[in-house]
């Protein structure tokens, strides 16, 4: 994942960076910004051998990226950033790193994927349609989000996220399931089938200086039948929560 993601980070900063030169600061037509951030959680796989998986909960570093020409947004923090909510009308689209990765003793490692796709909303409600374009799970994600407000100040916002997420059934099959060759007394074969996940969030957002962010989430996630029937699978929903920084490059 990190050598994908810093492919992808590299491939959009020699597309867009000839484009602006000016700071990381809203309304403007080009961001680039990075910063560190730390999430942890709860852990929903089970018999698992990767790092982060082998108990009940996870906690770690993660690299935060936020890259925007115009419409076109490559980024890991869109719940939090400002396309999710809005006063009117906006459309974009959307590039991230997204799966559900997972090994086992006998199970292939199933890897995250670079997914792209399309968001529009309207006020407080967004849709986002995201399809792996490496073909790794030739799976598709749809969400339908209701993103509240709670409070907003001149630096700061905080809001709720109510979303719904349906997963497809080579989404969940390549994440959630078990084949043939693979199965045994403690992974029997399994086929994933399409899901309905739901999920409830508090995000937060404060605008440091010119060029930083502070960021803040956390919430909880509920999976459908389709993930939770699945032998790597030992809870119905999950915790997670984090917080970070974002500091604009140009």
Do not use: C
Request: hydrophobic content about 40%; glycine content about 12%.
């Amino acid at each position: 994942m990190d050598a994908l993601l810093l492919r992808i980070l590299l491939a959009s900063f020699l597309f867009v960076a000839p484009v602006h030169a000016g700071s990381f600061a809203e309304g403007d037509l080009f961001d680039f910004a990075l910063g560190p951030g730390f999430e942890g959680g709860t852990n929903i796989r089970i018999n698992s051998t990767l790092k982060g998986q082998l108990s009940d909960h996870y906690s770690g570093l993660i690299p935060l990226y936020h890259i925007r020409l115009g419409p076109i947004s490559v980024t890991n923090t869109y719940e939090v950033q400002e396309f999710t909510t809005g006063n009117g009308w906006r459309a974009g689209a959307l590039i991230t790193v997204r799966g559900h990765p997972y090994e086992a003793i006998g199970v292939q490692k199933r890897r995250e994927s670079l997914f792209t796709g399309v968001y529009v909303g309207f006020k407080s409600l967004t849709a986002f349609s995201h399809t792996d374009v490496l073909g790794r799970s030739h799976g598709s994600i749809y969400t339908l989000a209701y993103t509240p407000e709670i409070y907003r100040s001149k630096s700061s916002s905080l809001y709720f996220i109510f979303s719904g997420e349906w997963l497809n059934g080579n989404y969940v099959d390549y994440y959630f399931g078990i084949t043939q060759g693979e199965s045994s007394a403690l992974m029997p074969f399994y086929v994933g089938r399409e899901t309905q996940n739901y999920s409830a969030r508090l995000a937060y957002k404060n605008r440091i200086s010119k060029f930083a962010e502070f960021l803040l989430w956390a919430g909880e996630k509920y999976y459908g039948k389709g993930v939770t029937n699945s032998p790597t699978v030992g809870k119905t929903w999950e915790f997670h929560g984090g917080f970070g920084f974002l500091v604009g490059l140009l």
